[in-house]
């Protein structure tokens, strides 16, 4: 289908968007008018600019409380259209968003409001121009989607119909079935938002935080396949109010927009039975590995170590150590400057097709210079830059990345609490948290949770987990809410069957490595809950869930990383957020306390 | 009145919090939970602390969900309370904020309510703890203020009593003068927390966007007058839960609750007819001048002369020149890096009074070195960092600041289009925005009017004008509401008795020093009015109200400044803030083209 958008919805002047748009792929623009307004680009400008960019001018909007007004305001309104007309003529545009009024001007009446855009639009034919009217959520009298089709009906001329607009009908939680009511033909205008959900006045709730579809929590594909049914031909056209958009690089949320839409496309597709324009997702089932960067002479070896892995491989080619222990494995790759989370391996049934599903949604796939015994890897740069391997470790019909680590002595796995790698956690860059959960959506396929806000001592972080279906493969997305100041922390999370056993050998034998808790939140805890002491002496921390009980801690930090055990009992499903304000401070206090502690001992 | 502040309000980790709120003068603290649960602090190292620093700690707080519970429940909930006055004990503090419940667990039952905080209250009593239940405005069966006042009398214990928090009384509408009906030895507390009037779900409003009194659109005097009228004697206690509190400095924003709290107290004087606590007010009556700082080559001066200002000036002892056009001074102090606002000279009609009025708020008065021949000028810094001086110009009972000046040969004031100062406007640091707003209300006595969004292409601004009530002096603020790219930009704008004059002379002569406006602007303009057509030749912008019309423009920026011309006809109210969003493109295009420019010819 032809895909649009609305130059609002990205950052710059509009020459800047043009360009951005066209090179994410784009069909067709609607031109904002502030936009246009703005620009030193006359029409006839921004219609060579466009058309030499490969875009149509799908849309102008838009043109506001024009219909259902006494004779006089009429009169003023028909010659603000006519100007109008003329700038589209320069643009080259030939369909006109007309909002429903929300003039204190405008009359309650059907009648008058359709004998007034039945005017406008015979006005229009002689420009040869369409006018497409919306219900705005918050219009005067007219904000529902059928209310503004009964006008356009009623006004019965060829060239008005109606525009469709997916904020506009869900925000108010009318039923989108009705869409079905409507002649495909009579259908001139798709525009496309999603938002999250906020009991919010609809107008700032509309201004400030749409996104786009599959960043919210509307069903968008639900709509689309109420829209396809009528006949619908014209453009998934994409229009978004955003503060973070306004802001962000042009390029990159044009990138996202189109991902979403593509996406949304094979939603839809798959409601409807047609044929997905897209592969299938691969959805991996589990981490195959977690790769560190560090600097050559790190202590990040030592904690593994103490943590109970064992160092089994040394890469062929390359300075990188496989540590092992159960099936939690941890690349160490000392080609960095400070301890960062570099790369992931995901545990794929199919690394190409994870592949070919990432490029249809447009992710960057990594170039991978192999030496001659180097075993292919598929890889993918996540939108934190994190690259994400797709891999079938030992199975018998794949060739496994383990074959370029050649086996230590010491080498074989050991027995120890920790089994597999339970979750890892990634800070996203400012502006770009919708993308990120857009990208491990639609990619991965993994299904979002709830978003949390996370009390810091010096702000507030968001947060928001996304796993398979089957929990084999849990992600966790940070992001600074407010202020800039955090670290980028990453951490990896191992999981454990008996936690309690191996806090007590690593604090008999490490007290160093553990973060430390402070004693008021087991005063807390245990007014709370009634939990064993044991608890408060091993510095474990708990939570709970419908379903069952939750154990972790944390070691301390290596440059962006550090770890966390987990052992999840019963079924628990969450992330032991309710203790991250916990770990928060406890982090702050104990990076404060070395800062002081090499500020009396420069020579360590 | 003896005065406090949640430390949930401020920054930072607790020691970080309880010492930024001593400095800035608060008498006791709220202890709110989660800021000791994550302290390594014992309770007795907090009480200790506090004491040190002078700090009752006058509330802890809050304890959920306790009452109206089935009987099992019960039992859970007085043992974690028993918990509580444990810890309560260790930190010194005797009252306990219990919020009404939000649980599923709580039975729609006053009876059973007060008969569980009655058995609480006596438990309480053991440990010599006093109980103030509150209602939260979201609570699930009691969240007005006097159903919690209500089941607090019918419990009827000493050692029982109510909370009263502005937020959850104002923000649900509730009429605040049934306070009067509570006996003031009922009310155990008083919270205090203004708010902007959002259309937002009420849980989300508190916990985001809570702000100091004087800073949002609550009547908090007229909340305070009633809670003093019952007879109430405990504190004036802030508890505000904010996003950009959260991260800005602890020390700035204990410092501004301050003031905030100083400015209710007056306010709350005044409505009660008592004596208030600080001199009032003294409202300037326009501008005495604005100094640019400037380099000691800089085009400023080419620019006053291209705007009709003569040079009549010099300071007798510093790099300074007076520049004068009607009533308007423009000082170039050439001291600078880049052009930039350093100063404002405000008429005021008792200077030493406006500097009292300024330091009794804790505003930093600035210390001047006066030369043995320079006029005193008492100056006060604003929240931005520009240095505000409270002047008489040539009035015969006050030396005036014009006496340091040398008069110039050439040195009569011109006649010329521009009549005086209309309004400056200054770009505030973020997080200060409420803060500056406060600053302009209290310490000049300036009503706030309505705040705007303006969009710039990278971003939104959210813009505020403050005024004296007769118009004589405007200020405006503005602040880059996402991201932080955009320059501080500050402007003087010029008022005019005939600005197409002035404008054709500025045409004809200057061309290059006005800001280009794009024709599509003009396009637009003569579709929505009746505008003659010599606007769009002169590159004049138009803007109307209610009251009558608004012609301005706009010179190029030096360094951070710029300059406005504007004409106010019919008693036009406002300050063109429609067209700001051309204003703001136009100087990122003319910024984009000078850079490029300067790039091509890098001898420049």
């Known amino acids: 289908m032809r895909k649009s958008i609305a130059t609002v919805s990205v950052s710059g002047t509009l020459a800047e968007k043009l360009t951005a748009i066209s090179a994410a792929g784009f069909d067709g623009v609607e031109i904002f008018e502030n936009d246009l307004l703005v620009s030193p680009l006359s029409p006839e400008e921004v219609r060579a600019r466009a058309r030499d960019l490969g875009l149509g001018i799908d849309l102008y909007q838009p043109f506001r409380d024009f ?71 918050w219009g005067r009298h007219v904000n529902e989607y059928l209310h503004a089709w009964r006008i356009v009906r009623m006004a019965d001329h060829p060239n008005l119909g109606t525009c469709l607009d997916s904020f506009h009908i869900l925000s108010r939680g009318s039923d989108p079935i009705g869409i079905e009511a409507i002649p495909g033909e009579k259908v001139f205008f798709l525009q496309l938002a999603d938002a999250p959900l906020l009991a919010m006045d609809v107008l700032q709730w509309s201004r400030h935080y749409r996104c786009f579809p599959g960043q919210g929590t509307f069903d968008l594909a639900g709509l689309v396949t109420h829209v396809l049914e009528t006949g619908y031909t014209g453009p998934l056209s994409l229009e978004v109010f955003n503060d973070g958009f306004r802001q962000a690089d042009a390029g990159r949320t044009s990138l996202d927009a189109m991902r979403s839409l593509i996406a949304l496309e094979e939603a839809a597709a798959r409601r409807r039975g047609t044929t997905p324009p897209i592969p299938p997702p691969v959805i991996p089932s589990g981490f195959a590995f977690a790769e560190l960067s560090v600097p050559a002479a790190d202590p990040t070896a030592e904690l593994l170590a103490a943590l109970g892995f064992v160092r089994t491989g040394t890469h062929t080619g390359k300075p990188v150590e496989l540590w092992e222990q159960g099936q939690a494995r941890i690349l160490l790759n000392a080609t960095g400057d400070e301890p960062a989370l570099a790369a992931l391996g995901l545990e794929s049934p199919d690394p190409a097709g994870s592949v070919k599903r990432a490029e249809s949604l447009l992710s960057p796939v990594l170039p991978r210079h192999r030496a001659p015994r180097e075993a292919r890897l598929d890889a993918i740069a996540a939108p934190d830059g994190t690259e994400l391997f797709f891999c079938r470790t030992e199975h018998p019909d794949h060739s496994s990345w383990t074959d370029d680590f050649r086996p230590r002595p010491e080498g074989a796995p050991p027995a120890g609490g920790i089994t597999h790698i339970d979750h890892v956690a990634l800070t996203q860059p400012r502006h770009h948290f919708d993308e990120a959960a857009l990208f491990y959506r639609g990619v991965l396929g993994l299904r979002p949770q709830e978003s949390l806000e996370v009390p810091d001592p010096y702000g507030l972080l968001r947060s928001k987990a996304m796993s398979s279906e089957d929990g084999a493969l849990r992600m966790v997305l940070n992001i600074n809410q407010v202020g800039a100041q955090h670290i980028p922390w990453q951490h990896i999370a191992l999981a454990c069957d008996d936690i309690v056993t191996t806090a007590r050998r690593l604090r008999a034998a490490h007290p160093g490595l553990l973060l430390p808790v402070p004693a008021n939140y087991y005063d807390d805890l245990a007014a709370r809950y009634d939990v064993p002491p044991e608890l408060r002496e091993l510095g474990l921390l708990y939570d709970r869930d419908e379903h069952g009980e939750f154990l972790h801690l944390y070691t301390i930090t290596a440059g962006r990383v550090f770890f966390e055990i987990v052992q999840r009992a019963g079924g628990y499903q969450g992330y032991g957020a309710a203790n991250a304000p916990v770990r928060l401070a406890a982090q702050h206090a104990w990076g404060a306390q070395r800062s002081s502690r090499m500020a009396v001992t420069p020579s360590a």
Chains 1, 2 share one sequence.
């Open 67 to 137: 219909e259902a007004v006494p004779g006089d305001v009429l009169a003023g309104n028909l010659r603000r259209a006519e100007r109008k007309f003329e700038v589209m003529e320069r643009l080259g545009a030939t369909l006109l968003l007309v909002c429903s009024s929300v003039s204190p001007d405008a009359i309650d009446d059907d009648e008058l409001a359709a004998e007034q855009l039945r005017l406008l639009a015979e006005r229009a034919a002689g420009h040869g121009i369409r006018i497409a009217y919306e219900a705005l959520a």
